[in-house]
């Protein structure tokens, strides 16, 4: 970080970082780290402690508060502090770790930014002293409790997802000896009622299988599939979105012979549900739908290209799901099978030419549907062109964007 061109007092840095604006606070916290590395060159060890604990009581104090601005800045001190590095460092990160765990423990509103930023804080400071598992293990065990505890939570179940993402990412190797546990207990979160969780919950788990690779991947790929048909089996919504969202990461690992073996019994997963359930269902299988053509792109090209575009360009039409979302899946669907789409060019032509007529009111769907013409260019070249002559004029008409 650069040093700012001044230095706020203690005092000045406090009260912004009780504003109710986080670029404020963060630009305070940041004042107060360069102030504070400042600081460790010009005093003595003995008077840099000192300044220090003087920080950590305000530190304490904001963690503990009921105050929402004060948490967030708390959050924010201890992001940028922990990269302080002196004599007492190693203290200095396990008395960060407390005043972080008053937050972690503080039940908010999982749609507040705070869980999130709390747990990229934790990995933060997990990272910055790797030799030391003590901060990680004491959250790990925190996070699994929340998870098998029998009790629905709804702020543990986000709050826990959240830390073991981020434990994850910044202590591989420690989390390897819970990747077992992890694999079975993602399950409460992944298909609990709570949209947020269960995205949360997908995001832990792509972590994870980033962490494992795929060399040693291939026994838990077949246990996840096995896990996500018993989840669809039991016919509830949440359930079958939850297996869905993990289906969709499977096939995020490519080249997996495991997933080559059962390919084709996922697609027939995605096909037969894409019709049901409510409109998150039709929006995760509509956007994976790239994801489902990309893994295999002669084999879908072949089975079930064609009844993919129809059923994009029928919700498209029937506006069950953003147009954002539709075109998106086209144009990636596209950029997967290449020349294959091309029997399916003119179906989709005449959307996008729909989408251009555009008005004041419209210009997010002009937008959208122009980036959908950009990525046909990229997947079949010029063979769009003999297609694509109204909308070339069209385009013209309504005024080239950045999109």
Known sequence: MSAPKEYWDLEKCLQKLRSDDIKMQDIAAKHLKAQAILEARNRTSQEFNLYMEEICKNIHDFCGSHNRNERMGGILLIRHLVDVVYAEHDLHLQKLGRYLQKIIDYRTDIKDNIPELAAETLGHLVQANPTSADIFDRQVRLAFQWLQSGTRVEYHLYMAMLMIR??????????????????????????????????????????????????????????????????????????????????????????????????????????????????????????????????????????????????????????????????????????????????????????????????????????????????????????????????????????????
Not at 201 to 227: D, P, T
Not at 324 to 337: D, E, F, R, S
Request: charged share 25%.
């Open 166 to 403: 981020e434990l994850a990412k910044a202590a591989p190797t420690l989390f390897t000896e819970h990747v077992h546990n992890f694999l079975k207990t993602v399950w409460v979160g992944i298909t609990d009622a709570k949209p947020e969780i269960r995205e949360t919950s997908k995001l832990a788990l792509r972590q994870v299988l980033v962490l494992i690779g795929k060399k040693k991947a291939q026994h838990s790929y077949s246990r996840l599939f096995k896990m996500a048909k018993r989840e669809i089996a039991t016919n509830k919504s949440s359930h079958i979105h939850g297996a869905i969202l993990v289906l969709g990461e499977l096939l995020s690992q490519e080249d997996s012979t495991q997933i080559i073996e059962v390919y084709d019994e996922i697609c027939h997963i995605f096909f037969t549900h894409k019709d049901k359930g409510p409109a998150l269902l039709k929006e995760a299988i509509i956007s994976l739908m790239p994801r489902v053509a990309r893994f295999d792109p002669d084999r879908f090209s072949k089975r079930y290209l064609d009844v993919c575009v129809r059923h994009i360009l029928q919700e498209h039409k029937l506006q069950t799901v953003p147009q954002k979302i539709t075109y998106t899946a086209l144009g990636g669907v596209a950029m997967a099978v290449r020349e294959n789409i091309m029997a399916n060019i003119p179906a989709i032509i005449s959307v996008l030419d729909e989408g251009l007529t555009r008005n004041r009111r419209h210009t997010r769907v002009a937008t959208e549907a122009l980036q959908c013409i950009a990525m046909l260019a990229e997947a079949i070249g010029p063979l769009l062109g003999t297609h694509a002559g109204d909308l070339v004029d069209k385009m013209i008409k309504n005024g080239l964007t950045s999109a």
